[in-house]
Nanobody, 122 residues
């Protein structure tokens, strides 16, 4: 079992930055691929970014590529999402996810956090 707790969300103006954190506990964090998904009101949960467990290979959705950066610190059992140049359309609840497999589909991931709200004002 893996427990995930997100933090770092908040209200920010368009063009601003936020850094989200996801602290993991339970099983060996370094063996898990980690991902961020987001869900806006009335919309499906969508993939944002993922990072592999072994080589730290990163993946991004087209909508955030070049603005967001995912990273992980296996010594702290934490994954981060640095979000720059934020837009109002980035407003959503951001969820951290983990699984031994890596993918961009939400069904890949077994473990989920409760989410942290990000609101970007125009």
């Amino acid at each position: 079992q893996v427990q995930l707790v997100e933090s770092g969300g908040g209200l920010v103006q368009a063009g601003g930055s936020l850094r989200l954190s996801c602290a993991a506990s339970g099983r060996t964090f370094s063996n898990y691929a980690m991902a961020w998904f987001r869900q806006a009101p009335g919309k499906e949960r969508e993939f944002v970014s993922a990072i592999s467990w072994r080589f730290g290979t990163t993946y991004y959705s087209d909508s955030v590529k070049g603005r967001f950066t995912i990273s992980r610190d296996n010594t702290k059992n934490t994954v981060y999402l640095q979000m720059n140049s934020l837009k109002p359309e980035d407003t959503a609840v951001y969820h951290c996810a983990a699984d031994e497999r890596l993918g961009t589909l939400r069904d890949v991931y077994k473990y989920w956090g409760q989410g942290t709200q990000v609101t970007v004002s125009s």
